[in-house]
Structure formats: structure tokens, C-alpha cells
């Protein structure tokens, strides 16, 4: 729809607020304008409209019969765009926090932790954004992250929260328990130091399979195909570690090599550091500490 056939915000917020007070006054007070400003927004969205929303009395204002239909309208969109505002910010300012993560630990490690944090602080919403490539340039949205890189390639001012191993992880089932590595659906993650190959050569073995492994995107791809019985996911502790000490997923083999990548916190600059900010690192830390 072309913004000319739609009126100044200004003139609906005016006749939103006379049609709620019924007074030009009342709401010239609530907009923080003067009364003849109000009155003159409301004649133009009037003229706009060609239709009368108020019978003007000496002491008193009604809606007209047109004022009365357009009024629900007015109102929904002011609630449309209140809505559509919260999903960006966050929320009440200081109690809700934007929170960037990949989508393997916010699916994995952070949402079947939510009812725990809900219980400790259950005045702090989340809105949690999960980018896949390039973190660096969404970032900007959030109040703090959750990064998943190595040491070397993140800022000095982050903080480390884990320290990993990472192995093969399948379905008890799979394969009827005995899991075969030269007929096994292997799945895998791009740009991980903690692959198929890194694992076999770390056990001074050669990798000959590297064509026939699955990749997906993200942690989420492999370890939702080893849930569904599709094949083998290369893992590690924080992603599967519930899943783990559930029965859900088993290790196969006991082999555990070091993760150079880890889980890094990039918290926010003091000066916006914010009550949800604050209770949300301590939590994280308490829940990966207890782990």
C-alpha cells in the first residue's frame, strides 16, 4: 500500500487518545501537546477521511457512528506495531534481554534449561537469535552472545565457559548396537576443528571417508539425525551431554580428544550492563559450573 493513502501516525494517535478520554484536554495532557494541536490533528485525519469522528457538544465529545467503526481499526494497528516492537527490543527495558547463540546450544543446552531460569528469575524474558553465518555482523542486536569459535579468533573480552571434548554419538539401536565405522551414516559440521578427521587422525589413523560424510549447517543437522536413528553425529559435552545421561544418545567408542573450539561469553559493555543482563551471565555460569 503506497504511504499516501495511509494518515500521519501523529493524527491517529491524537484520535486515539480523544476517542479513549473523550476530551481534548485529557488527551493533549496524556500526548504531552497542546489542546488546539490534538483538535487540529483530529480535523485532519477528518478531512483525510472525509467522515466527522466526533460530535462536538459544548461541554462534551462523542464518536460519530464512523468514529466508532474506525476506532477498533486504529486501535489494532497501534497493538500490531506494539507487538511487533517488543519482538525486536526485547520486551520491558531491564527486565528482557536479546540473547545470540548458535542454534546447537540454544536447542540443545539452553532451552531444556528455560523452565530452570524461569524459575530462579521468573521476571526475565528471552529473545533468543540464533545467526548461522557471519555472528559478527548480527551481533549488534543483542545484548550479549554466546559465541562458539577458538581462542585465537575472538576478542580478548570474552570469556571462556567450556572446555570440551568431542566423539561420535549415535542411537543406542543404531546398527543393532554394534556400530560399524565403514558402513555407519557419518554427519558432520563444516569449519569445526573437532571432525571425522581430526578424530581418527588424533588416534593416529587415517580418515578414508571424508567424501561420504554427511555436512550440515549446524550441530543440530547431525545430532537430530543420530536421535532419529539416521547415522553417527561428531559431538561434544555441552551439546550432548543430557541427551547422554538420558539414554538418548550413547558413545560408541570411548575416544575423547580435546575440542580446541569452546563456548565463549561476549558479555555487554558495563554502561549497558542491565538487571537481565546481570542475572541471565550468572545463571549461564552457575548452570555450566554445576555441569
Not at 501516525?9 to 476530551?23: I, K, N, Q, V
Amino acid at each position: 500500500m503506497a504511504f499516501s493513502t495511509l494518515p500521519h501516525l501523529t493524527w491517529l494517535r491524537a484520535f486515539e487518545a480523544t476517542a479513549r478520554h473523550l476530551s481534548f484536554t485529557l488527551a493533549a495532557r496524556e500526548l504531552n501537546l497542546t489542546q488546539s494541536a490534538v483538535s487540529q490533528h483530529v480535523r485532519n485525519l477528518e478531512s483525510f477521511l472525509g467522515r466527522e469522528l466526533f460530535e462536538r457538544r459544548t461541554r462534551a465529545l462523542e464518536l460519530t457512528e464512523a468514529g466508532a467503526n474506525y476506532l477498533p481499526t486504529v486501535r489494532e494497528a497501534f497493538d500490531l506495531l506494539a507487538q511487533g516492537t517488543r519482538s525486536f527490543i526485547g520486551g520491558a527495558p531491564g527486565r528482557s534481554i536479546i540473547v545470540q547463540c548458535n542454534l546447537g546450544f540454544s536447542l540443545f543446552w539452553l532451552t531444556p534449561r528455560l523452565g530452570r531460569l524461569k524459575a530462579a528469575y521468573p521476571w526475565l524474558t528471552l529473545n533468543i537469535v540464533t545467526p548461522i553465518w557471519n555472528p559478527e555482523r548480527e551481533a549488534d542486536q543483542a545484548a550479549l552472545e554466546i559465541r562458539f569459535a577458538r581462542e585465537s579468533d575472538i576478542s580478548s573480552q570474552a570469556e571462556r565457559l567450556t572446555r570440551d571434548r568431542f566423539f561420535p554419538v549415535c542411537r543406542p539401536d543404531y546398527q543393532g548396537g554394534a556400530v560399524d565405522l565403514d558402513t555407519a551414516v557419518l554427519f558432520d559440521c563444516p569449519g569445526i576443528t573437532g571432525s571425522w578427521e581430526a578424530w581418527f587422525k588424533s588416534q593416529g589413523k587415517s580418515f578414508t571417508r571424508g567424501a561420504e560424510v554427511m555436512i550440515g549447517s549446524t550441530f543440530g543437522i547431525g545430532i537430530n539425525a543420530a536421535l532419529q536413528g539416521t547415522g553417527i553425529a561428531m559431538a561434544h559435552d555441552t551439546l550432548v551431554g543430557d541427551m547422554i545421561a538420558r539414554g538418548d544418545l550413547v558413545r560408541p567408542f570411548d575416544h575423547a580428544p580435546r575440542l580446541s573450539e569452546g563456548y565463549f561469553l561476549l558479555p555487554p559493555p558495563r554502561h549497558a550492563e542491565t538487571p537481565a543482563s546481570r542475572a541471565f551471565i550468572a545463571w549461564v555460569k552457575s548452570e555450566l559450573a554445576e555441569a
